[in-house]
RNA sequence: GCGCCCGUAGCUCAAUCGGAUAGAGCAACAGCCUUCUAAGCUGUAGGUUAGUGGUUCGAUUCCACUCGGGCGUACCA
């Protein structure tokens, strides 16, 4: 809560002990009306059903015990049908524009979680190919979060789960040895599922620069591999740093196999009797009781592991590891594979409480109203490099993160792209940009304005209603930061920026910031900019995009 | 069939533990540039929150059912 709320929740607090009532917590809402004041209570309601009284008469009893006359709450009364309605005096809010200037770039940051960790794992693409169009949504929405649990407090581990082995790393090295082959001999067969994409090709033009001739019908699968998981993860993490977008920890799961846990897993589930051999298979027995309709394999009748074992071993190494948070983020078609692997968590008789699974349902492509269409097997894959290319690395993420994870996304690539006022992007950005050049323009006018002590700073000459709504706008920031990491939602952010470009861009129309005859009124404006564009910044830094000087 | 998610303005989406007159952008219509960036501002229009019932002071939000869509329902990940 920010200080605001606290210094109200405490007063509600002791007025409604004086009343004697007792509640447990007291919940303040910001109203959307204005006309019911800066922050509003239920607590009259909450108790109204608990002591069977009428609402008003509870709020009627709770108001009187609250002052009106210090200076802080200016009025304080019952609306509806029991809200308690309070009404801030505007130096709260003119106070508050000292401490965003003064608290800079940390404003907004909470200790709400100090002292806790959390760990975050996300992307996690296998290295068969670059990172397409259907890794951006966790990508970004992985980014953003990741930033909020830190400014919330969080010691944050990014982490990606790295998987060099299995089925699909085959097929790359036989895609990769065929293209190769197919130098020396055009008709030589790609195999069915193989990976089509130019990359391949281009993997094994580099193999031939370098071994010419050589690999020729070697057997050696295990080189291709390797040179197609060396080329392909370069790709990948050349995006994921473009985009500021740097792991901690590349968790290798072939050392679960080195280290044995997968065995000693597997052994657990057999000695525990929660496992069965069938068909030369190892099941899993499900547990019907708790929605689940049959039973999983664990080893294949190859012998080979399926992706449940390794990945109900790597949480169990992720609890163990103690964080105080553990977040996965999965796209929805993973929606049911993530309950199995934590229930083979808790089978083993380990807590998963601390496990939380981000679901993100699926992205639409759109040019217009036409649909995109893609597919791998024809190549026709829409790769987040050439996203980035179109649209710019801004767009693109401020577009994926822009809705909540549980909507469906219809990503418009023509809207993005579009260098226009129609683009919603640069609404926010523009306002940063026309900010910078207010600033360049009082530089020249009051070069002093920098140098304006903040104690000093004349905040009575502020009076327009548009002040006056931007600096409460501004003032939310604390807040918002916390109810987005709260519910792990970033959009919630970018709705917010959205409301403070809308006030900002009103209250620049109205109000004539920069105005030689008026030195003293301008210095003030030009410190509510200030404000802005602080607010704006440390915005964007969460979301993780840019905060432009000029858009011309 | 079963499981998860969703259904809100013509389109894409918001809506703070269940709160007050459900809000933005785009599209449409009407205005505003000798003045700090018009990538902007102002105004108009647009809704039975898919439907039916229930829970209560109050439901877009919770429950049940119906209809419609997405994703799963592999010895792929």
């Known amino acids: 809560m920010s200080k605001l709320k606290e210094q109200v929740a405490e007063i509600i607090y002791n007025a409604v002990k004086e009343s004697g009532y007792q509640i447990s917590e007291i919940y303040l809402d910001k109203p959307k009306d204005e006309k019911f004041g800066d922050l509003s209570s239920n607590a009259a309601m909450t108790l109204a059903r608990e002591f069977k009284l009428p609402p008003r008469k509870i709020a009627e009893e709770i108001i009187s015990k609250i002052k009106t006359d210090d200076g802080f709450i200016t009025k304080a009364e019952i609306a509806g049908a029991g809200f308690i309605n309070f009404f801030l005096s505007d130096?709260?809010?003119?106070?508050?524009?000292?401490?965003?200037?003064?608290?800079?770039?940390?404003?907004?940051?909470?200790?709400?979680h100090s002292g806790q960790s959390a760990n975050l794992e996300w992307v996690s693409a296998n290295p068969t190919g670059p990172l397409h169009t259907g890794h951006g949504r966790q990508l970004c929405l992985g980014k953003a979060i990741a930033n909020l649990l830190e400014w919330t407090g969080y010691k944050v581990t990014r982490e990606y789960y790295y998987n060099d082995a299995g089925n699909q790393m085959n097929n790359l090295?036989?895609?990769?040895?065929?293209?190769?082959?197919?130098?020396?001999?055009?008709?030589f067969p790609f195999p069915e599922d193989g990976y089509v994409g130019d990359y391949v090709k281009i993997i094994a033009e580099n193999i031939f620069a370098v071994y010419s001739d050589k690999m020729k019908d070697s057997a050696d699968l295990d080189f291709f591999r390797k040179e197609g998981e060396k080329y392909t993860f370069d790709l990948i993490k050349k995006t994921l740093t473009g985009l500021g977008i740097n792991h901690d920890i590349f968790f290798n799961e072939s050392s679960l196999y080195e280290n044995s846990e997968i065995e000693k897993t597997l052994e657990a589930f057999k000695s525990k009797g929660l496992s069965y051999e069938k068909d030369g298979a190892v099941w899993l027995k499900m547990d019907e009781e708790k929605g689940f309709q049959k039973d999983k394999v664990l080893v294949k009748s190859s012998g080979e592991p399926t992706y449940r074992l390794p990945d109900i071993a790597y949480h169990i190494d992720k609890i163990k590891r103690g964080y105080d948070l553990i977040i996965d983020i999965f796209g929805s078609d993973h929606g049911d594979t993530y309950k199995e692997v934590l229930y083979g968590v808790n089978a083993l008789g380990y807590d998963s409480d601390k496990i939380k699974v981000i679901i993100h349902q699926m992205v639409t492509f759109k040019m217009g109203?036409?649909?995109?269409?893609?597919?791998?097997?024809?190549?026709?894959?829409?790769?987040?490099?050439?996203l980035i290319n179109d649209i710019g690395a801004d767009a693109m993420q401020f577009f994926y993160v822009m809705r909540g994870a549980n909507s469906h996304l219809d990503f418009d690539i023509s809207l993005a792209k579009d260098k226009s006022e129609k683009n919603p992007v640069y609404y926010i950005q523009y306002a940063h940009a026309r900010i910078c050049g207010i600033l360049r323009n009082a530089g020249e006018v009051f070069p002093s304005y920098a140098e304006t002590d903040l104690t000093e700073l004349n905040t009575e000459i502020i009076s327009s209603p548009e002040e006056m709504k931007l600096l409460k706008i501004l003032s939310d920031f604390?807040?918002?930061?916390?109810?987005?990491?709260?519910t792990f939602e970033p959009h919630k952010i970018i709705t917010y920026l959205n409301s403070v470009a809308e006030n900002f861009h009103r209250f620049y129309h109205n109000n004539r910031v920069i105005d030689a005859e008026n030195k003293e009124l301008s210095i003030s404006r030009i410190h509510i900019c200030l404000a802005v564009k602080q607010i704006l910044k440390n915005g964007f830094d969460i979301i993780g995009i840019s905060a432009p000087e000029r858009m011309y």
């Open 91 to 112: 130096n709260c809010y003119k106070d508050e524009l000292k401490n965003i200037l003064s608290e800079g770039k940390n404003y907004g940051r909470s200790s709400v």
């Open 173 to 187: 090295a036989l895609s990769v040895r065929a293209r190769y082959m197919q130098i020396f001999q055009k008709d």
């Open 369 to 386: 109203t036409e649909s995109v269409k893609m597919s791998k097997r024809s190549d026709n894959v829409y790769y987040l490099e050439d």
């Open 478 to 486: 604390p807040d918002e930061v916390i109810s987005s990491a709260k």
